[in-house]
Each structure stands twice: as structure tokens, then as C-alpha cells.
């Protein structure tokens, strides 16, 4: 039997500028839409949407400045506030350019630690979730109770993909469905078992859904994703599920020790 088109279904919401009842919110945004949630589908969140509403908002005037936080602005020609911020979120800082530091924050590798100064007023910046996986879980099994539906569910962010122009989607945390599908040792097209494949299924429902979300003034923090075919279940998702170890990750371990570890011992 052919399986069905996925659906991308934008829900519109309202601006928020400090902290709100997300799952009101949602469940209004989807009476005024005229639609609702169905067994299987997948919620796509906003993961800015969800700090504002835990608010997660910090003023940029109460940002107090070390030695140093100073030193990497003057290293990177950054705003010494900002770089002061990357520096007390982020978990790990590789380096940067004039602006922005590479940094890896919650599983992923994010310009500045995903602090985001965009769509809220100025003076003010949005951090990401104290525990983004909890937050996930959290407001999966909040609508499922309301809704009596069973769901999964999707923080999406944006971030750039090396060495391309542009953002795209990716999941910032995942909650009732695993977000990474295993095909090593399967068959491809020739009958050669894969070796490696591991499909990213969180990372490409987000970047679909970001397709209607948009980055800018669409205020659409929400996207019902429809027969992905994905298996749901309750089992926790966590940072560990797909996060890749460094000394594996052919960016991190290319950008930073590759060269090195590939010069002649004289050199």
C-alpha cells in the first residue's frame, strides 16, 4: 500500500514577550486554526517559543562582565554583553569569527550558544531551556492529557550547516519517538548491507516543518506534522540519543585536531 503524503499544517500564534501558559496558548491557536491534533502526529515547537514561555528572557543591561568574557569579545570583536553570555551557556566553546563563537550547547554545535536576539524587544535576549528534553517531555505529556491524543514532539531551532549558506531546521529535543533510525546492516537499492546510515528522522520532520514556520514576522511557532510514520513511544529521549561523541564527528574532529594529528612529526 502507497504510503501518505506528509502533511505540514502551520498554526499561527500570538507574540509573546515574557513568560506565558504555553499549552493554553496552543490549544487556542489550534481552535482558532479550526484544527487538531491526531493519534501519530508530530507537534513541531518552536524551542524559542518555549523559552519565552518559561521565561527565559535575560536584559542585556543586567549581564555583569568578567575578565574573561571581556577577553573573548576582544579576541572575536563581539559585543563584550554577548560574549559574556556565550561564555556562561554554552558547554563547550571551540573558537569563532569577528561576531560569533562556535559553540556546542545541549547536543548540537550552535553560533553563540543559541542566544537569540531576534523577535523580541530590544535590550533583551532569549536562551534557550534550562533542560530542553525535559521541557519537550514535559509539554508532550501536557497536551496528550488535555487533548487525549498520543503524539510526538519537536523543539525545533535553526542552525547553519557548514559550509552552506542559510539556516535550516534541527531538533533541538525530541520527546515520544526516537529521533534517530538505525539502517546499518540493512539492504539499499543493490542489496548492500549499509554500514553507517543512521537517518536523522527528528532533524528532517524539523526542517520540514521549518518550510512554514519561517525565521522572520510569520508568528507561526507551531506546525502539526502529519503521517511521518514514525513509532511512538514513551521511552525518554535524551541528549545522549543523538549526540555524536567528538573524537567520531568528522566536523569537530576535522576542524580542530585533523590537521594537526595529519602533519609529518618534524613539521
Not at 11 to 33: C, G, K, R
Not at 66 to 82: F, K, S, V
Request: charge should be negative.
Amino acid at each position: 500500500m502507497p504510503r501518505k503524503p506528509v502533511t505540514l499544517i502551520p498554526v499561527e500564534a500570538p507574540v509573546q514577550q515574557s513568560a506565558f501558559d504555553l499549552v493554553e496558548v496552543l490549544i487556542t491557536a489550534l481552535m482558532n486554526a479550526g484544527y487538531m491534533l491526531q493519534d501519530g502526529d508530530v507537534l513541531a515547537v518552536s524551542s524559542k517559543y518555549v523559552a519565552i514561555s518559561e521565561g527565559r528572557i535575560v536584559n542585556l543591561e543586567d549581564i555583569g562582565i568578567t575578565p574573561e568574557g571581556a577577553a573573548l569579545a576582544e579576541r572575536y570583536q563581539m559585543n563584550p554583553i554577548i560574549a559574556q553570555l556565550v561564555l556562561q551557556e554554552a558547554d563547550h566553546i571551540f573558537g569563532g569569527i569577528p561576531g560569533f563563537l562556535l559553540t556546542f550547547k545541549d547536543g548540537i554545535l550552535s553560533p553563540n550558544a543559541g542566544i537569540d536576539r531576534s523577535n523580541i524587544p530590544g535590550g533583551s535576549a532569549v536562551l534557550f531551556s534550562s533542560d530542553p528534553y525535559a521541557s519537550a517531555a514535559k509539554l508532550r505529556e501536557a497536551v496528550q492529557k488535555r487533548l487525549s491524543v498520543e503524539i510526538g514532539l519537536i523543539l525545533t531551532d535553526s542552525w547553519l550547516i557548514p559550509g552552506r549558506l542559510g539556516t535550516s531546521g534541527i531538533a533541538l529535543a525530541t520527546a515520544g519517538f526516537a529521533p534517530v533510525q538505525d539502517e546499518r546492516g540493512k539492504l539499499d537499492l543493490f542489496g548492500n548491507p549499509l554500514v553507517v546510515t543512521r537517518r536523522g528522522i527528528a532533524d528532517t520532520i524539523c526542517a520540514a516543518a521549518e518550510l512554514v514556520m519561517g525565521e522572520r514576522d510569520e508568528a507561526t511557532p507551531f506546525v502539526i506534522v502529519r503521517d511521518t510514520g514514525i513509532t511512538l513511544t514513551d521511552t525518554p529521549i535524551t541528549t545522549a540519543d543523538v549526540a555524536i561523541e567528538w573524537p567520531m564527528d568528522i566536523y569537530v574532529q576535522s576542524l580542530t585536531e585533523g590537521l594537526l594529528s595529519a602533519r609529518p612529526p618534524d613539521a
